[in-house]
T-cell receptor, first 111, second 115 residues
Framework: KQEVTQIPAALSVPEGENLVLNCSFT??????LQWFRQDPGKGLTSLLL?????REQTSGRLNASLDKSSGRSTLYIAASQPGDSATYLC??????????FGDGTTLTVKP | NAGVTQTPKFQVLKTGQSMTLQCAQD?????MYWYRQDPGMGLRLIYY???????DKGEVPNGYNVSRLNKREFSLRLESAAPSQTSVYFC??????????????FGEGSRLTVL
């Protein structure tokens, strides 16, 4: 059974700092991996999708990498801002709609 | 640009009552999903529909039924609600077919409390 772990569970940084969020998974037979952002009381907003054949994706200040063989993905946030404060979740997708989500990392960026 | 729309946003039920959560997407996506989110349990897949006319069980299907009414709409029904079904329910969709390779889009969620 696929298991997804996100460490740390919570992170607090000063504004302007670069940071890395981690996601690890136990079964490397995945089709893709997706990073989401969730604000309190809201739904999940897609940030980046990495196909299994890709190693990284970039969008603005965000860069996500994928190493299938080691079962790891990282989300790099450059020059963090208070508006980046949210919970960040990763999800991996296997056969026929099977998805597994991590519990998320709650990020607080202090002004 | 509605995306994925869920109704209702909030609902309180008594044990044993029934209700249906509605979900509609306007992105012409093939696949639709229902998840529940609970503290400490993360997001868990209840049911999914890989394409119009098909539905399959996910990780936690017991106590739920689904209907893929057409390509746009996917409903989740609780026939006899239990307190253990108190949760936040999310509908999602993507363009992928039988295998999940497309970017997943979520609705805003439906917060259900069962007393």
């Amino acid at each position: 059974k696929q298991e997804v772990t996100q460490i740390p569970a919570a992170l607090s940084v000063p504004e302007g700092e670069n940071l890395v969020l981690n996601c690890s998974f136990t079964d490397s037979a995945i089709y893709n991996l997706q990073w989401f952002r969730q604000d309190p009381g809201k739904g999940l907003t897609s940030l980046l999708l990495i196909q299994s054949s890709q190693r990284e994706q970039t969008s603005g200040r965000l860069n996500a990498s994928l190493d299938k063989s080691s079962g790891r993905s990282t989300l790099y946030i450059a020059a963090s801002q208070p508006g980046d404060s949210a919970t960040y979740l990763c999800a991996v997708y296997g056969n026929a709609g099977k998805s597994t989500f991590g519990d998320g990392t709650t990020l607080t960026v202090k002004p | 640009n509605a995306g994925v729309t869920q109704t209702p946003k909030f609902q309180v039920l008594k044990t044993g009552q029934s209700m249906t959560l509605q979900c509609a997407q306007d992105m012409n996506h093939n696949s639709m999903y229902w998840y529940r989110q609970d503290p400490g349990m993360g997001l868990r897949l209840i049911y999914y529909s890989a394409s119009e006319g098909t539905t399959d069980k996910g990780e936690v299907p017991n106590g739920y039924n689904v209907s893929r009414l057409n390509k746009r709409e996917f409903s989740l029904r609780l026939e006899s609600a239990a307190p253990s079904q108190t949760s936040v329910y999310f509908c999602a969709s993507n363009l992928a077919g039988a295998v999940n390779t497309g970017e997943l889009f979520f609705g805003e969620g439906s917060r259900l409390t069962v007393l």
